[in-house]
């Protein structure tokens, strides 16, 4: 059985914020990059594990789609992931 994906309102508004970024040069590749960004993700659904495993929050795991890197937390006992946030690999990681 597939896992469920949840998404944070703050990875919500990081989505919109990297492809609203995308697309004030391009409109057709940010919705190009959002679809296959997504699709990653979607991924994550069959292989909850597939991304690394934080250095510093053991919980929290690491899913690279360049240059976004994607971070997530896996429920077992509720089999959802929950998509925490995103960010571009050049910024600083943010405060959780």
Known sequence: MDYHL???QKALDDL???V???AEDDPEAA???G???LDHIQMLTRFPKMG???R???YIRKLVHSPVLVYYKISEARR???ILYLRHAARRLPRV
Do not use: D, Q
């Open 6 to 8: 949840i998404y944070s």
């Open 16 to 18: 919109a914020e990297i």
């Open 20 to 22: 609203g970024y995308i």
């Open 31 to 33: 919705s190009r990059f």
């Open 35 to 37: 679809e296959s960004l």
């Open 52 to 54: 690394t495993i934080s």
């Open 56 to 58: 510093k929050r053991r």
């Open 80 to 82: 959802n992931i929950g």
